[in-house]
């Protein structure tokens, strides 16, 4: 099929249409795509590769996603298939900008059918012009996906640092041999045995703990597009990065000094504390939090990333110590009370030095990619509609 540049077609005269099926009980090697993307593993497949999968039914209704090996598409998605002379990478960003959920029927359910699908109208470009584009906005999300496989391993590292110095006491002795196996002294605690010279104390010997607060919705005063950051948990459920600098939205001087929300500085390990109890993140810059969160300004000798790490590693507990009939909480005084092993400030200071130039690289790429996602969002709409053209060779 030869298209014009800029010809309207249907979508079912570019893509085939299938429906998915439920998905085999065995586990193997290839996904399992539903509405939020890979569900699970199995042992077949019902699609070859260059698939677009989007979601049919429910919250991840209209959602599109692209996977270019072999996979199971469940019957919780349909399966679109690009024809001839249609690049499947560029119908998939055609798509992805679309926003098909607005297409769906159902307001409980919402439900996306082929139907409503093969019906709908684009404007579509020349092959060739279709390649080019999904090239461009394919080597974004591929850095994209390197930075974030950057991040995630990382992360591990850190993880992986944190525990065998402060839960294994494998830490590097005088001789940069592991304390614990190369028989370094251990002393008796409430909390097992320890190394010697470390004591027993509580979160509050990391920091000092700060609840947040909501300056009044009704005074649209007190709050601004550009002034004080004022996180939520929701917030943190957007953005998953270790770092953040603001929320959605910003509150005003005014906002702040009418409520009990409390600036805080930059370092500052943010924890939500209802729902739901657990995320986590460190303040790029000076910060404020509504109610949803207790966070620690942590003391000068510990710093930051040894208290994001201990939250990370204690969360179960600390969950533990909730309370509340609609859902869990955990005081400032109850959290206050969660043990901690202290260490010595030599072998803190020794952790920081090391542990600091990997929180540096994840800041650095973190940052890397809002930039790169944001060119990509930039892009998009813009590649999609026609309004940004990518030179072509002239066939000869």
């Known amino acids: 099929?030869?298209?014009k540049n800029?010809?309207?077609?249907?979508?079912?005269?570019i893509l085939d249409f299938y429906n998915g099926k439920k998905r085999p009980k065995e586990t193997g090697k290839y996904p399992v795509y539903g509405g939020n993307g890979i569900l699970d593993y199995c042992n077949q497949f019902n699609a070859e590769g260059n698939s677009i999968i989007i979601g049919r039914v429910g919250a991840y209704c209209g959602i599109v996603y692209f996977e270019k090996n072999r996979c199971w598409i469940s019957d919780n998605a349909i399966l679109a298939k690009a024809k001839r002379d249609v690049s499947s990478k560029f119908m998939f960003y055609k798509l992805t900008s679309m926003n098909l959920n607005d297409m769906s029927i159902g307001s409980s359910q919402p439900l996306l059918t082929q139907t409503i699908l093969k019906g709908l109208r684009i404007n579509i470009p020349k092959y060739q012009e279709q390649v080019k584009i999904a090239k461009i906005l394919s080597s974004l999300d591929e850095k994209i996906e390197i930075n974030n496989q950057i991040s995630k391993k990382l992360e591990e590292m850190a993880q992986a640092i944190f525990k065998q110095w402060f839960v294994d006491f494998e830490f590097p002795n005088e001789n940069g041999e592991p304390y614990k196996s190369s028989g370094g002294e251990m002393?008796?605690?409430?909390l097992g045995m320890i190394p010697k010279g470390w004591k027993i104390g509580s979160i509050n010997d990391l920091g000092t703990i700060v609840s947040g607060g909501t300056p009044s919705k009704k005074k649209e005063e007190y709050y601004t597009e550009h002034g004080i950051p004022w996180i939520t948990p929701k917030d943190l459920s957007l953005n998953k990065n270790r770092f953040i600098s603001r929320g959605t939205i910003d509150i005003t001087e005014e906002g702040l000094k009418n409520s009990s929300a409390k600036l805080m500085p930059k370092g500052t390990v943010l924890f939500s504390s209802?729902?739901?109890?657990?995320y986590i993140a460190i303040a790029k810059n000076e910060v404020s939090t509504n109610q949803g969160f207790k966070s620690i300004i942590p003391k000068n000798n510990i710093g930051s990333?040894?208290?994001y790490q201990f939250l990370k590693m204690?969360?179960?507990i600390i969950e533990s110590r909730a309370s509340g009939s609609t859902f869990k909480e955990i005081s400032g005084g109850e959290l206050k009370k969660i043990p901690a092993i202290i260490p010595s400030n030599n072998i803190i200071y020794r952790y920081n030095l090391i542990t600091i130039k990997i929180s540096s690289f994840i800041k650095n790429n973190e940052e890397e990619l809002e930039k790169l996602r944001t060119i990509r969002d930039t892009l998009l709409p813009k590649l999609m509609s026609g309004e940004i053209r990518v030179p072509v060779e002239e066939e000869k």
Do not use: Y
């Not at 800029?6 to 005269?13: M, P, S, T, W």
């Not at 002393?187 to 409430?190: D, H, I, L």
């Open 1 to 3: 099929m030869n298209f």
């Open 274 to 278: 209802r729902a739901p109890i657990g």
């Open 6 to 13: 800029n010809q309207e077609v249907k979508l079912d005269e």
């Open 305 to 307: 990333e040894f208290v």
């Open 187 to 190: 002393v008796e605690s409430e």
């Open 314 to 316: 204690n969360k179960e």
